[in-house]
């Protein structure tokens, strides 16, 4: 290889190693003429030095501590290949995307034509592609298919669970499977081993051992999982002997993926909560009173009467979920609540609604509702009619620490269309 060839790749380490490393902004003319062409420079960026001073400016806004590393330079000619490795933290608001937190290192790989000492001419770059998948903006390709896969492997294992069935388990778990919950305990063998006596000894302390799948989360080569359990108490558990009870209990899995296998993971249950049911442990919370909580309902309800929208800040939660209907699907905060009720009062301003049945038992409160009104202005695009109009709702409300933090509602939208006219009918 010539002097030259050399020299221009000492060039591009002075570069890549003192400059873009150390984010020094002004010294990019020195190493890119004013008409220098980067023929992968994103839409909008200039020619020249002031373009490349521009994208790394944006670059290290979003990364403060990126450092490229160099693996190997090629020369040929007046021209090099740079392979190497771009990492840093995404600390700062990158190319539009706020800031993750996250660790990303994205593959470079450019060839540039070296002129007079200067980079006259770039092709390649920054896998772009990789690095908006690594901060979530753009969706793996193979994500759906090894979604599908995790799912499956799950399903087997929570199926092997509820059935005591060894092949099952054995079918998803490694041989050399680590539990990092399970290691320390005492007479547990290392391994998938470990998996099937685990629940064999869990499926002889509950009879009828259900194990449901309430989320699947996949993210990389790892798959978390929230499910939930019921059985009855009628063996030994953890030395406590069966109380008949019915019982259950919450969990959460992560379970890492390696060779279509789950190779290791981590795990949280509900152990406490599972003697508590049983009467071992007593309970550190308060009993639910229901009927302060129907208080509680009864005054929401008694204060919307009053159009006070208002009072959803002081007796729900700001956290407060619905799971809905047609008319009120699912929404999370106040704020649609209140615009809701805005909505509906607006056009129906003599509206009332009166509490036909309210039933409670635990946290949750279920009201039966009927609300009567004049339609005189306009509601959801339909002009008013002048009607007195009336339909009828059930809700469910769940109390925590005197609040209403979550609601299932039904109501009778079918019959309200007829009212308008939309369906045949009504009156």
Same mark, same amino acid.
Do not use: C
């Given at each position: ?56 400016? @944006? +670059? ?21 290949? /740079? ?34 000492? &200067? ?14 998948? $690594? ?17 499956? @492997? ?18 998803? +778990? ?17 391994? /998938? ?59 959460? %899995? ?6 279509? @296998? +789950? ?12 003697? $508590?049911?049983? *009467? ?31 009072? /959803? ?10 799971? *809905? ?5 699912? $929404? &999370? ?19 009332? /609604? ?11 409160? @279920? ?5 009567? *009104? ?23 409300? %769940? ?14 939208? +079918? *019959? ?12």
């Amino acid at each position: 290889m010539g002097a030259q060839q050399e020299r221009n790749k000492a060039l591009i380490r002075d570069y890549i190693e003192n400059v873009i490393n150390n984010h020094i902004l002004d010294r990019f003319a020195d190493y890119i003429p004013e008409d220098g062409i980067d023929y992968s420079a994103p839409p909008g960026i200039p020619r020249g030095h002031a373009g490349t001073r521009m994208f790394f400016q @944006m +670059f290290f806004e979003g990364s403060s501590d990126a450092k490229n590393t160099i693996h190997d330079l090629v020369a040929e000619g007046d021209k090099v290949t /740079v392979i190497s490795t771009i990492a840093g933290t995404h600390n700062g608001n990158l190319m539009g995307l706020a800031a993750t937190g996250k660790k990303v290192a994205v593959q470079l790989l450019e060839t540039v034509r070296i002129v007079d000492g &200067k980079y006259a001419e770039r092709w390649g770059g920054l896998d772009i592609v990789g690095l908006m998948m $690594q901060l979530g903006a753009m969706r793996d390709p193979d994500q759906k298919a090894k979604e599908e896969q995790y799912a499956a @492997m799950v399903h087997r294992y929570i199926y092997g669970v509820n059935h005591d069935d060894e092949t099952a388990l054995r079918d998803v +778990f490694a041989k050399d499977f680590l539990d990092h919950n399970n290691a320390q305990v005492a007479g547990l063998p290392p391994g /998938v081993a470990a998996v099937v006596m685990a629940h064999h000894m869990l499926n002889q302390s509950f009879s009828n051992l259900t194990f449901s799948i309430d989320e699947i989360m996949v993210e990389g080569d790892k798959v978390a999982i929230r499910v939930h359990a019921e059985g009855k108490h009628t063996g030994d558990f953890y030395g406590f002997p069966p109380t008949g009870k019915d019982i259950q209990w919450t969990a959460h %899995r992560i379970l890492r993926v390696e060779n279509g @296998m +789950f190779v290791e993971a981590w795990n949280e249950f509900d152990q406490v909560g599972i003697l $508590q049911q049983m *009467g071992i442990v007593p309970s550190f919370a308060p009993p639910p009173n229901p009927e302060a909580n129907k208080a509680l309902v009864r005054r929401l309800y008694e204060e919307e009467n009053k159009h006070n929208v208002d009072i /959803v800040d002081e007796l729900m939660s700001p956290d407060f979920v619905m799971h *809905g209907d047609a008319l009120n699907p699912y $929404q &999370k905060g106040l704020e649609p609540i209140k615009q809701g009720a805005k909505m509906t009062q607006e056009a129906f301003p003599d509206l009332v /609604v009166e509490i036909e049945d309210m039933i409670a038992s635990g946290d949750k409160v @279920m009201v039966r509702l009927r609300w009567t *009104g004049t339609h005189t202005k306009p509601f959801m695009g339909l002009p008013a009619s002048g009607k007195k109009m009336s339909w009828t709702a059930i809700a469910t409300n %769940r109390v925590e620490n005197g609040k209403i933090v979550e609601r299932w509602f039904n109501s009778d939208v +079918f *019959g309200l269309l007829q009212q308008f006219g939309m369906i045949p009918g009504g009156n």
